[in-house]
C-alpha cells in the first residue's frame, strides 16, 4: 500500500513539474524575437485561418489582420497618438 501512495505522489511531482516547465518556456518563447523599432502588443486569433494583431511601430499603434495562412496579406491600420 506504501508503494502505491508512493508511486502515486512521484506521478504527480512529475506531472505539476511538466506544468511549470512549460509554463516557463512558453512565456520565453515570444522573447527571443524582439525588434527594436516594433513592438507586439496582443495578438487573438478569430478562426481557423484568421488572425489579429496590435503592434506599436515607432510612437503609433497598428492593427493588422491576416485572413489566409498559407499565403500570409497584412492589411494594416494605422492610429497614432
Request: aromatic share 12%; proline share 4%; net charge positive.
Given at each position: 500500500m506504501l508503494r502505491v501512495i508512493g508511486t502515486f505522489i512521484a506521478a504527480a511531482l512529475i506531472i505539476y513539474a511538466s506544468y511549470l516547465a512549460s509554463?516557463?518556456?512558453g512565456k520565453g518563447?515570444?522573447?527571443g524575437?524582439?525588434?527594436r523599432y516594433m513592438r507586439l502588443i496582443d495578438?487573438?486569433?478569430l478562426g481557423q485561418?484568421?488572425?489579429?494583431a496590435i503592434v506599436q511601430i515607432g510612437c503609433?499603434?497598428?492593427s493588422l489582420r491576416d485572413r489566409s495562412t498559407s499565403c500570409?496579406?497584412?492589411?494594416?491600420?494605422?492610429y497614432s497618438h
Open positions: 509554463k516557463y518556456i518563447l515570444g522573447r524575437t524582439g525588434s495578438q487573438i486569433t485561418d484568421r488572425h489579429m503609433s499603434w497598428a500570409p496579406r497584412f492589411r494594416m491600420r494605422n
